[in-house]
């Protein structure tokens, strides 16, 4: 949606006989609009089902509550990408606001909705990567959990950032379908564009330094055993893993994007260059479909599968949500023995110590 000021391609151009310039085909129509909409509700689905393993099945640590927030960001991506390409999708039959000032109020708020939560992961992602790469440092005395006011400092944080940008850019989108930005607003948009590739760069070095300590003797390690100490490491390098591959998949998603749209701006400054030139005969509107709408919403899409695949306290949960109707079934005929095939529970664990409750935390 957050689209630069995009040539739009006619067939008086000079290349009259370009295939790609006359009217779509309906099955390519069809076959992009099935794409995006499956991709959405399959995203939808992941996370809400990250949400619920969070909330009931897992353990209520500060890591869980921020992948939490990730979940909850992408899921109203998602929704809103879906609600505002409504008109494309139904080829304009279907109106989604009225007319008049209400419906420009209403996709304001959409697109509000989508500036937001587009940028709250990546948000997300450098507060995690700060943390992980601070509790390779931080001494016994420190490792404590937050408070819900602490808790609700940093989440409100992850959105406060994104919500200044996107107050800025739905302010600027005049049309509330294409936005059609002047000079005076590239400056500001290219600049948005190095602030999004330096986070990148930067929870990408702190996921690789935080590895690098993990191998280093550190204070906190003379607090605690062997077993706690492993635990903790396999715990900290699950973090950055899942750090670092979400941050390489909203790269993959983001970088043409991001060149597309910077190669755009220094079009607009350098008209005589002729950067993008709009008259070749290349498919378009199929660029501009995988670029500005598919590639932003697989992200969204494939998030929840990296917190599952990375963390094993989720791994855990979706493994037990997944198969409990086939464990009922098993257990079913040995209902006698049920209460024995049951894990004892570590009576270790009411003698623990400050040390081991330090280490779960981490």
Sequence with gaps: MENISLTNHSNSSIHTDCKYWGPESDVG??????????????????????????????VRRSLNHLITNMAVSDTLFLFSSLLGNIPWLSNNIWRIYHNGLLGIIECKIVWFIWNTSVRVTLITLLVISVERFRATRQTLQKQRPYTPKQRMTVLGFCWLIPML?????????????????????LLTFLAHEI????????????????TRR????????????????????????????????????????????????????????????????DSACIDWRSIYFIIYKFLLVVNSCFSPLIYIVFLPDFKEAAKKVLFRGRETQNQAPNG???IEMQPAPNRERTGQNLSQVVANHN
């Design 214 to 277: 993990l191998s280093r003797p550190q204070p906190i390690h003379a607090h605690l055993n062997e077993q706690q100490l492993k635990k903790r490491v396999r715990r900290t390098q699950a973090a950055v893993q899942m750090v670092i591959a979400s941050v390489l998949l909203y790269a993959c998603c983001s970088l043409s994007y991001l060149i597309f749209n910077a190669l755009r701006i220094a079009d607009s400054f350098f008209p005589s260059v002729d950067i993008m030139d």
């Design 29 to 58: 129509k069809v076959a992009k609009r099935t794409a995006f909409v499956l991709v959405i509700l399959v995203g939808i689905f992941g996370n809400v089902f990250v949400i619920i393993l969070a909330t009931k099945y897992t």
């Design 336 to 338: 006698e023995n049920s």
């Design 165 to 185: 940008f996107a107050v800025y850019f739905t302010y600027v989108d005049d049309t509330c379908s294409i936005p059609m930005l002047g000079k005076s607003h």
């Design 195 to 210: 602030f999004v590739v330096i986070l990148c760069c930067l929870i990408f070095a702190l996921g690789i330094l935080t």
